[in-house]
């Protein structure tokens, strides 16, 4: 029986291991690649309730950067497979959603704590196998995040139950904060493991039931989230992972009464689709869905006359290419002054020529290879774009092979033309668009950069002037959800900068913090009178 106020262990990120060549830690990381690689192809299969299910449809699983090497087989399911996952789910919503919070936190604690010891170099490895991530690429995302999204959504767990209400004389009023009255949908993308395992993780540790649906290419680390969840003791039916094409499971679960929840991260495209889906047929659910979602990015580095050379070139070939630019957040257009571009040009086509490329296995390689064959065809063709325009051209990089993997040089190019397509549209890959104006102009370039994309997700300002930055960042207030100062514009970290973005980018519900678990919750209102009147008639009635 809980009759105790419980406190939770206060959360603290999770140290980033350095990975140094020749270290303890770099030789444990690498020999789990390597046996990872060498061993006999894994059949990773759909968890469905106490059941792993497997069919007669088997996908590969390859590497990136060597397509033609199998890792394993997924197996494919159908439209049965995603109504036995709504069913699992709702068989164990009662019992999970009545099982005491503290039992629940318990969980996911542990989760981490098995992330942070035996299971860390096989979630990285696999994050570097599968999704082509270099060591420190995968210890930021799928060790440290990771860990950092279950021991800081067990804080804000408590901090949301502790919210409660003022009670006066005579009556005792309280909040009771629920799990939705159904099922989640978690849809999540490839390019962040910590991403998969939260979307499912958050809204289950308050109470709910998901159905999960990982890409495609990161099926390989999700198996890995699934053992972590398994062996943590997330129980049978609390989250169910299904591997099947998406407009099937669309089909199913848009169409069943009991979606309670969409948690997304992908393309806005796909999200805005999803939306008029649950639209269409809001009538038949028992309660308004909850439509919680990350979406895509154009995100800018501003800089000012001000700013120092050395400093904005490194923010952008950081911000711009690590993990090959398949990030929401990364750099992929830059305003520049004039009088700072030559500078700027120097030091970053130099470093981005010193950039090597290849295989997450040998760690000097600081750029791998895109996810997949769609991926590298959408980016090589805005290269080749470019390539045949007069009012852009490409400084650096440029070139492309898939001969063996995926690989894409990172690509510089500047443009004289504010609306250019690569300054516009998304490009996601290691593509970063310069438009050099002039540097008394920056108050009128602040103007363009806020009214040329559609995306709101991530932004910086480089400068070395305090009244500038003061312009900049209420200029461009509406502009990022994630908004740096003097720095690239990635590399959020859960408890300290909660991420997410509005216009195209989402619903800026904020992962790694508090107001996306609130989310998750409907709260019920209890006023409990103690002493009841007996009679109708108020004192103003005489």
């Known amino acids: 029986m809980s009759n105790a106020l419980f406190t939770v262990p206060k959360a603290i ?8 060549p020749g270290t303890a830690e770099h030789t444990a990381l690498i020999s789990e690649y390597k046996r990872m690689l060498d061993q006999e192809p894994i059949d990773v299969p759909m968890y469905i309730g106490s059941e792993l299910v497997r069919t007669n449809n088997k996908k590969p699983m390859s590497p990136p950067h060597d397509h033609q090497r199998v890792l394993g087989h997924f197996n494919y399911g159908d439209a049965s497979h995603v109504s036995m996952a709504i069913d699992a789910a709702m068989n164990a919503r009662e019992q999970w959603a009545n099982l005491p919070w503290e039992q629940r936190a318990a ?3 542990k989760a981490a704590d098995l992330l942070a010891g035996p299971f860390r170099n096989k979630m990285n490895a696999a994050t570097m196998l599968g999704q082509s991530k270099n060591v420190m690429q995968a210890e930021i995302d799928a060790a440290c995040e990771l860990i950092d999204f279950f021991r800081f959504n067990v804080q804000y767990l408590t901090q949301i139950y502790k919210d409660q209400p003022e009670s006066l004389p005579g ?27 939260n979307l499912c993780a958050a809204p289950a540790m308050m109470g709910n039931v998901i159905v999960w649906k990982p890409a495609e290419s990161q099926m390989y680390s999700a198996q890995v989230i699934m053992e972590v969840f398994r062996a943590a003791g997330v129980p049978d039916g609390v989250i169910n992972m299904i591997s099947v094409d998406g407009p099937v499971a669309g089909d199913v679960i848009f ?17 805005r689709h999803l939306w008029k889906e649950i639209g269409n047929n809001i009538e038949n659910y028992k309660a308004y869905p909850r439509i919680v979602g990350e979406t895509g990015g154009k995100d800018f580095v501003m800089v000012h006359k001000s700013a120092n050379a050395a400093e904005v070139a490194t923010a952008l070939s950081r911000g711009a290419f690590e993990f090959q630019g398949q990030k929401c957040s990364a750099a992929s257009r830059s ?6 571009w030559a500078d700027v040009k120097e030091i970053l086509v130099n470093q981005v020529k010193s950039f090597k490329m290849g295989s997450p296995e040998d760690s000097s390689n600081f750029i791998n290879a895109v996810i997949d064959e769609r991926a590298f065809d959408k980016i090589s063709g805005y290269i080749d774009y470019v390539k045949s325009q007069s009012d852009a051209e490409i400084i650096v990089g440029g070139s492309y092979d898939k001969s063996k993997g995926y690989f894409i040089e990172p690509t510089v190019v500047v443009t004289t033309n504010p609306k250019f397509r690569t300054l516009v549209e998304e490009i996601f890959g290691p593509v970063l668009t310069i438009y050099v104006y002039p540097e008394n102009q920056f108050e009128e370039t602040l103007k363009l950069l806020d009214e040329t994309s559609e995306y709101a997700l991530t932004g910086s300002i480089m400068s070395n002037d305090r009244y500038a930055i003061q312009v900049a960042t209420k200029a461009l207030e509406n502009a990022a959800g994630n908004f740096y100062i003097n720095d690239k514009p990635t590399g959020a970290v859960v408890g300290q900068q909660p991420f997410g973005g509005a216009r195209g980018s989402g619903t ?6 508090a107001m996306n678990l609130l989310r998750w919750v409907s709260a019920r209102t209890i006023k409990e009178t103690f002493v009841p009147p007996t009679d109708y008639k108020y004192p103003f009635l005489g």
């Open 171 to 197: 009556m005792w009023n309280r909040l009771e904060y629920r799990p939705l009255e159904g099922f989640v949908f978690a849809l999540t993308p490839f390019n962040f493991t910590s991403i998969a395992a």
């Open 508 to 513: 800026n519900d904020k992962a790694g913090a």
């Open 13 to 20: 990120n999770e140290p980033v291991k350095a990975y140094v």
């Open 335 to 340: 305003y520049i002054p004039s009088n700072l």
């Open 107 to 109: 969980i996911f604690l």
């Open 255 to 271: 169409k069943n009464k009991h979606l309670a929840g969409l948690h997304f991260t992908g393309s806005t495209g796909v999200f």
